[in-house]
């Protein structure tokens, strides 16, 4: 927090300079001034919080500075010290919105009382700013959300053309015409979330959306629209005279992947529609950019899967899962599904067509399997997404359905003690990078059940208990320590340091060096 003094005579500056305890009203910073102009140059550059202000001052009184503070809309808190008691003066501060009115010569506890109802005054006049600005960032957030699936609707031919949707592109910044059009599909989109985002999916959108403005930024206008949780829609514009040729487009698309992978660590497969599109033509388009999505090949996606080479049918391990299912063999399931991927892996090539089709056998067995082993309990919903676009996560993925179908008929207590052994490692591993799927493949179970069980036996999620049991550690390093934060974000495990921060503040409503400073002061 800033504070200016603005005062002709030097001795007075100085005065109330050495008769105030300035940390004791959290003021960082004390600026100086010997006439109104130059008190004015300093608030436009530094927005201090408090202005101490002399009425009689050279080049521009007191009078002039506080109606241009007023007109110009700063929210600098005034206290009027000055040696005349004129009405013209006070007129003044009371149009500045000044908190006292201070008579030369003036007391220590007359200053000391003044700035403290100025300091009041300036902390409740910014946090209601800053929930105005809360409160308009939510609206925008919300009426962004609601164009983005207005939009979705029509590109996933839910809905047809229409001026609403016209009016769209204009609000978004697209033109109707020249319009490139790119498929996304990530690929580690759920486990970056859970590790890297403690599964804060708005954070980790939010993140994508400003690596790719920052990288297209300079080529063209562009859109990024979810299309649903799997497949996203990228559109680049050409602007003004300048086209985007399907090479230029393609190199565009390379450098967002590349910029994705290097920032976040995200593994995205991309599909291109060839041709220019309009807004009238975009969802024919999006069908051309899937089909060039559908033929990538998973296994290298560089490259197209062409051959015939045949493929090895997962239908043919049913009698093998349904006997593990029966005995309750967690192992036995993810040998035998390990070994159809592995024989996958040594075909050499997969499409995501064929992977898709491989899903579907796959949830048809999960399907039939649950109807035969069904118990009185709360039916399994053991399914498996469609767009999965990595082999070794769809492996994991159907383990764990399988899974799922094994613990709901399997013995209660032991799955206790399980989440029980679950709880004990978290608190000896903290610090580590810890997430559902991890603890899933350590301790077989699948993570609906570790996240199931350990609210019903904790009261709690996992991830919530594992982020206050590290802001616990955190508060304790930051009294007993010196500890840098950054240093303490990757002690308590994360690789952010400014996520650590954000996260601690939202716990505990401070930073963690205005806890470590409250802490110590107090």
């Known amino acids: 927090m800033k504070v200016l003094i603005a005062d002709d005579e030097e001795h007075v500056r100085e005065g109330i300079e050495l008769a105030i305890d300035w940390d004791k009203f959290g003021i960082t910073e004390r600026l100086t001034a010997e006439d109104g102009r130059q008190a004015l140059e300093l608030i436009r550059l530094h927005n201090p919080a408090v202005l101490f202000c002399d009425m009689s001052m050279p080049n521009m009184e007191g009078t002039e500075l506080l109606r241009l503070l007023r007109e110009e809309g700063w929210s600098t808190q005034v206290i009027v010290v000055s040696g005349y008691d004129a009405f013209s003066y006070t007129q003044a501060a009371i149009r500045a919105n000044g908190v006292d009115y201070l008579l ?264 039939q399997a649950g109807r035969l082993h069904k118990s009185d309990n709360e039916e399994v919903d053991a399914f498996m997404p469609q767009w999965i676009s990595d082999l070794d996560e769809w492996e994991k993925q159907l383990v764990q359905m399988w899974w799922m179908l094994i613990e709901e008929e399997g013995n209660g207590n032991a799955g206790n003690r399980g989440i029980q052994a679950i709880y004990d490692y978290i608190h000896r591993h903290f610090q580590e990078e810890l997430s559902l799927s991890m603890l899933s493949e350590r301790f077989r179970f699948s993570p609906q059940y570790i996240a199931k069980k350990f609210k019903e036996l904790y009261n709690t999620t996992l991830m919530t208990y594992l982020t206050e049991l590290r802001m616990e550690k955190a508060k304790s390093l930051l009294l007993h320590t010196d500890m840098s934060v950054s240093t303490m974000a990757g002690s308590l495990g994360y690789t952010d340091d400014n996520y650590f921060s954000r996260v601690f503040k939202k716990q505990t409503g401070v930073s963690p060096l205005q806890y470590r400073k409250q802490r110590r002061d107090s």
């Open 104 to 367: 030369k010569p003036f007391s220590k506890s007359d200053l000391e009382h003044a700035l403290m109802r100025a300091v009041a005054a300036w902390q409740q006049k910014e946090s209601s700013l800053c929930e105005n600005r809360e409160t308009e960032y939510r609206i925008r957030k919300a009426d962004a959300l609601l164009d983005e699936q207005k939009l979705a609707s029509y590109f996933n031919g839910e809905t047809a053309l229409h001026e609403g949707i016209r009016s769209l592109f204009f609000k978004i910044g697209l033109s109707k015409e020249q319009l490139r059009v790119a498929l996304v599909l990530p690929r580690n989109r759920m486990g970056l979330i859970e590790r890297r985002f403690f599964g804060d999916g708005e954070l980790f959108v939010f993140a994508v959306n400003n690596i790719t403005h920052e990288t297209l930024k300079l080529y063209n206008s562009h859109y990024l629209c979810r299309l649903d949780g799997d497949q996203w829609l990228l559109i680049t514009a050409a602007e003004g005279t300048i086209r985007l040729t399907s090479g230029e487009h393609r190199r565009c698309m390379d450098k967002v992947k590349e910029a994705w992978r290097s920032t976040l660590g995200l593994e995205v497969l991309i599909g291109l529609c060839e041709t220019e599109a309009s807004v009238e033509t975009l969802p024919s388009a999006i069908g051309a950019a899937r089909t060039s999505l559908l033929k990538c090949n998973l296994l290298n996606p560089g490259s197209r899967v062409v051959s015939g080479k045949e493929a090895p049918r997962l239908t043919a391990q049913q009698i093998l899962l349904q006997s593990a299912l029966k005995n309750e063999n967690k192992a036995y399931v993810a040998d035998i599904i390990h070994s159809f991927t592995q024989a996958l892996r040594e075909r050499g090539e997969l499409s995501l067509k064929e992977l898709q089709a491989y899903t579907m056998e796959a949830n048809l067995l999960l399907e």
